[in-house]
């Protein structure tokens, strides 16, 4: 359950200086989630065969609301401007509702072949109907229901022990969450998904150290994107595709000290539309991003469990929004953390933006930048027994 209250503006700027302004006061909007899930899962033979089978079912429900305030002022001159004007009066503004309910039903079987080659295949079928009603223009419209089965197939195989390849293909069918509207005011149609990943685990160092390198290939459909022209609704793509490499160090180079380190290559576009430019950049996603996470914890000595963390997180330049006429720019921020964990005793302080930078961490259209958290410290303290 989620309720806020926000105020929000609305600009566009003209002739280069002249900024015309509406106001949105005392939206308020709310959400109830409900979410169940039943799993069975198996072990058998068959022959030489051994099979994990897993068999499922769940069920989801969201019904959201929002409600607003609308008023207008006068425009602004940004290079000589006046801001002695009255309280505007305000009136009713747009309001809407929407149900989404979901029901999936799932089977999957990971198989091994032999000692070094396993195989998963699985699927599920999902359906989901949506309710949407506009009550600021008296429109309902009828229950859109959809429906799609979405299969899974993955092969691993370890030609040693330290080493592991894989491949896998799956699709995906995900309905509209109900946080967006469409400006026709119509329900929008479920996003749907293909993916393509192969990959390498290698373990080192007597497996204190383990490294995984994949690349991928995804094509969605229907996604869902902040209206370029219009901050206050969303929009759909026809088709968008996301393909890249990623790489991931994970462990303990020496007795107390561990890292984490990853770096990620995406090249996201729009391949169709009849709005977008094939070829467009899609918001929000940096060609490069990179992380690095490192603690050293002390062994030996009265001071055993006093340990120190350090961490960099790094975030390419990306497109703002899908007509690709502004960036966010690339930021390095730095967290770090002290802890001390001895006997059951666990105390920590954590600290996220440890210089403070400010930066856009997303962006929902050229009209709302959320910016990342300032320096935030965080304590915490348990003890186990």
């Not at 002022?73 to 290079?79: A, E, G, S, T």
């Not at 990306?318 to 964990?341: C, K, V």
């Not at 403070?356 to 300032?374: E, H, K, L, T, V």
Request: aromatic share 12%; no cysteine.
């Amino acid at each position: 359950n989620r309720r806020t209250l926000n105020r929000n503006t609305f600009n566009t700027l003209i002739d280069d200086r002249t900024l015309t302004d509406s106001f949105v006061e005392d939206s308020s909007e709310w959400a109830n989630s409900y979410f169940g899930q039943i799993d069975l899962l198996g072990k058998f033979n068959t022959g030489t065969l051994s099979h994990q089978l897993l068999a499922g079912f769940d069920i989801s429900y969201l019904e959201f609301d929002y409600r607003a305030l609308s008023a207008t002022v006068p425009d602004l001159d940004i290079f000589n401007p006046n801001y002695n004007i009255s309280r505007p009066e305000y009136s009713p503004g747009f309001a809407y509702g929407q149900s989404n309910k979901t029901y999936g039903i799932y089977l999957q079987d990971q198989i091994a072949l032999s000692n070094n080659l396993k195989l998963l295949i699985g699927g599920r079928y999902d359906w989901t109907t949506s309710d949407l009603e506009i009550r600021s223009n008296d429109i309902n419209e009828p229950v859109f229901t959809d429906g799609a089965f979405s299969p899974r197939v993955g092969l691993v195989y370890q030609p040693s022990d330290t080493t592991s390849l894989y491949a896998s293909y799956s699709s995906s069918f995900r309905p509209s969450s109900g946080f967006s509207i469409n400006p026709d005011g119509e329900a929008f149609e479920p996003t749907r998904g293909t993916q393509y990943e192969v990959g390498i685990k290698k373990d080192f160092l007597d497996r204190r150290l383990s490294a995984t390198l994949a690349a991928y290939h995804i094509t969605k459909t229907n996604v869902i994107t902040p209206d370029p022209n219009d901050p206050g609704f969303s929009i759909q793509t026809g088709e968008v595709r996301s393909q890249g490499v990623e790489l991931d160090v994970a462990g303990e180079l020496l007795p107390g000290w561990k890292i984490i380190a990853s770096y990620a290559y995406t090249d996201a576009e729009v391949t169709q539309d009849n709005v977008t430019p094939v070829g467009n950049q899609l918001d929000n996603v940096p060609s490069n991003q990179a992380s690095l996470w490192t603690t050293y914890e002390i062994q030996r000595s009265n001071l055993r469990g006093l340990g120190f963390g350090l961490g960099l997180f790094y975030v390419g330049a990306r497109q703002g929004d899908l007509a690709n006429s502004f960036e966010l720019p690339s930021h390095l921020r730095t967290d770090a953390a002290l802890y001390y964990r001895r006997d059951g005793f666990n105390a920590a302080i954590n600290i996220r933006n440890l210089f403070d930078i400010d930066y856009g961490s997303y962006s929902f259209g050229r009209n709302f930048i959320q910016r990342g958290a300032p320096l935030t410290i965080t304590g915490s303290m348990s003890w186990t027994f």
